[in-house]
T-cell receptor, first 113, second 114 residues
Framework: DAKTTQPTSMDCAEGRAANLPCNHS???????VYWYRQIHSQGPQYIIH?????ETNEMASLIITEDRKSSTLILPHATLRDTAVYYC??????????????WGLGTSLAVNP | DGGITQSPKYLFRKEGQNVTLSCEQN?????MYWYRQDPGQGLRLIYY???????QKGDIAEGYSVSREKKESFPLTVTSAQKNPTAFYLC?????????????FGSGTRLTVV
């Protein structure tokens, strides 16, 4: 199964950039990498996804290595409200139309004042 | 605003009773999903539906049932056969089967067996 590896927890100072790494060394060539975050006792929130190229939206930037074996989510100016668990996810390989996302334990990011 | 509504937010059930969790979306999404989350664990897929009147079991379907009679609605019933139903339940939807789109989640229902 395609799996992801993330640090269990990270800290970041308010106003600084938060860089969250993810390893997905078994990802296949046509699978996207998705990032979500979950604030305590709420549903996960979609952040960004990418295939090969770096991506940026109003929430974050996603940097994907050329070999696609790892990626980094960047929150450019972290705020206290960015404190959450961040999930890096890839679909179950070979799932086709019955695509299922494989959820790990994510990285618990604490943004400190 | 479009989104997914789960109700109720908190639910208490006596042992041996069935209970139904509601999930409604007005995003015009074809696919809908039910996940279960336990403390310190990732999300686990219970059931999913790609189109109306069709659904498939996920990884932990035992003790659960679903229906998809309308595109907008995907209720989950937790039956008495589910041995450990206390958990946080999350409903999600997506545009379809394309890998290019992410999921939209509801705010969850926390079920407690008393």
């Amino acid at each position: 199964d395609a799996k992801t590896t993330q640090p269990t927890s990270m800290d970041c100072a308010e106003g600084r950039a938060a860089n969250l790494p993810c390893n997905h060394s078994t990802i296949s060539g046509n699978e996207y990498v998705y990032w979500y975050r979950q604030i305590h006792s709420q549903g996960p929130q979609y952040i960004i996804h990418g295939l090969k190229n770096n991506e940026t939206n109003e929430m974050a930037s996603l940097i994907i290595t050329e070999d696609r074996k790892s990626s980094t989510l960047i929150l450019p100016h972290a705020t206290l409200r960015d404190t959450a668990v961040y999930y890096c996810i890839v679909p179950e390989p070979g799932a086709g139309n019955n695509r299922k996302l494989i959820w790990g334990l994510g990285t618990s990011l604490a943004v400190n004042p | 605003d479009g989104g997914i509504t789960q109700s109720p937010k908190y639910l208490f059930r006596k042992e041996g009773q069935n209970v139904t969790l509601s999930c409604e979306q007005n995003l015009n999404h074809d696919a809908m999903y039910w996940y279960r989350q336990d403390p310190g664990q990732g999300l686990r897929l219970i059931y999913y539906s790609q189109i109306v009147n069709d659904f498939q079991k996920g990884d932990i379907a035992e003790g659960y049932s679903v229906s998809r009679e309308k595109k907008e609605s995907f209720p989950l019933t937790v039956t008495s056969a589910q041995k450990n139903p206390t958990a946080f339940y999350l409903c999600a939807s997506s545009i379809g089967d394309s890998d290019a789109y992410g999921y939209t989640f509801g705010s969850g229902t926390r079920l407690t067996v008393v």
